[in-house]
């Protein structure tokens, strides 16, 4: 196996582990790796800005003494080619002056004085007194002679008349300043690294105290447990959000352990109503098992009994799995445009069948013909339907009556008898699950069909409450948004 294969096996291992890490998806690492990378890049933003400024100052400060220096330089020298004696033209010679190249040219554009360490050529000279006679002010230019990178300002000369009479040429080495650039590069680069080392430890030391809080709620939440659902997440010195993400866990956890608190009276319940009748069922069926030489209607009368309990038990088998399709949205909520004046209109010829069997008057009043809602048909039927047979059942003598009518663009639906009635304490809990009122307990029912309709007229966005005075009788109310 050559090194490029090998080279690329053990890359590809490497990218493996790191995508297999769970290291580089948590908080804390994000949290590191982008404030590193945004510190990282403000700083080096911050010294390149710091930098630029500095040689453009450098440089500033460079080309303005040298053009200062280039005013002295014709000043004495004179404004008129007659003035450049050799007196006037060895006065830069100066200790004023040393260190600087200076050249000073008539106005024919020849050499009258030049300092004596860098020459330059003829041909430089002549193209520079060129671009020079174009021009009224002084001009800045770099050139490189001799090997030294000098910045050289020319500024001409007019006399009077405004004819130019020379130029003068003052230039100076940047080496200084490049080596104070390249020394400043170093120590500013040093710096940043100092700087970004510096970053890092308190990137490290803040995010452990970011990521703190977490691990410890982290720890309170896995401790937690369907055995001690009691149990609530403790607030600690947290910052603000960290104890509102604590008191909405806490809230979560209020809803669940509700939850499981009405999943357990519910299976209770269940337990409840199917005990009995299962128990009236072994004891007749025993009974029977125990008789000998009995006729034939006795063995047709257990089995009667035994038929009618297991009615009951099929009952709250149904009621409870069509409680739990609605409470799980495992039924079908699919909507249409349904008219409940059709509904009901169906629905009244069973129900009028129903309360004559039982002497009772039975009426359905309506408002017009067009109650339209979005809704399913089948389901809506049978959240009334269970409405009204309880009516049926509580009501011994008297009358049931279905109204439907239309106010400020929603549809009532009243349900009224008179029958039994609810007291005042029951009637916020008729709609729970099993719950069944004092005065109806000898009345055979699994209290499931009001949760069942209160369930259903809810997932269709509609509404029910209930008026009931003992003796008097009850009236259901349910409300639906109309459509057109």
Known sequence: MDIKTKLLKLYEEWATKLK???????????????????????????LFAFFETAQYVLYSQFNSNLLYTAHEVSSLVGNSSSQYNSDNIYQFHNKKFIGYFILVLNSNGHVIAESNDIKLSGSFIKDLFGAVQKKSTSSVFNQNIGGRELSLVSLPVFNSFNDLTGVVIVGNSVDIINQTLH??????????????????????????????????????????????????LQKGNYEVEFNVLSDEFNKLFDRLEATFQREKNFINDVA???KTPL?????????????????????????????????????????????????YRSISYKSERINLYEVLSEMSEDIKIMAEGKKLNFEFLHKGKDFYIFANKENISKAIFN????????????????????????????????????????????????????NVKNIDGSGLGLSLSKSI??????????ESEIGKGSKFTINFNEIK
């Open 457 to 466: 007229i809810e997932g269709y966005l509609g509404s029910i409450f209930v």
């Open 183 to 232: 020394t400043l590069f170093f120590v500013m680069f040093f710096m940043s690294l100092i700087f970004i080392f510096i970053v890092v430890l308190f990137t490290f030391y803040f995010s452990d105290k970011i990521t703190e809080p977490l691990s410890e709620i982290t720890s309170q939440i896995v401790s937690i447990t369907g055995f001690n659902l009691n149990q609530r």
């Open 20 to 46: 297999d890490n769970n290291l580089f998806s948590t908080l804390k690492f994000k949290f590191l790796f982008w404030n590193i990378i945004l510190s990282t890049v403000s700083i080096f933003i911050i």
């Open 387 to 438: 409405i009204v047979s309880n009516s049926l059942k509580y009501t011994k003598s008297g009358f049931i009556k279905m109204n439907l009518y239309k106010k400020n663009k929603n549809i009532f639906i009243e349900i009224e008898d008179s029958g039994i009635g609810i007291e005042e304490k029951d009637k916020q809990r008729i709609f729970n699950r099993f719950y069944r009122a004092s």
């Open 272 to 274: 409840h109503e199917i």
């Open 279 to 327: 128990a009236i069922i072994r004891g007749e069926n025993e009974l029977a098992l125990n008789k000998k030489n009995e006729d034939i209607k006795f063995y047709r009368k257990i089995l009667e009994a035994n038929i009618s309990q297991s009615s009951k038990i099929e009952k709250v088998l149904n009621d409870v799995l069509s409680l739990a399709r609605i409470e």
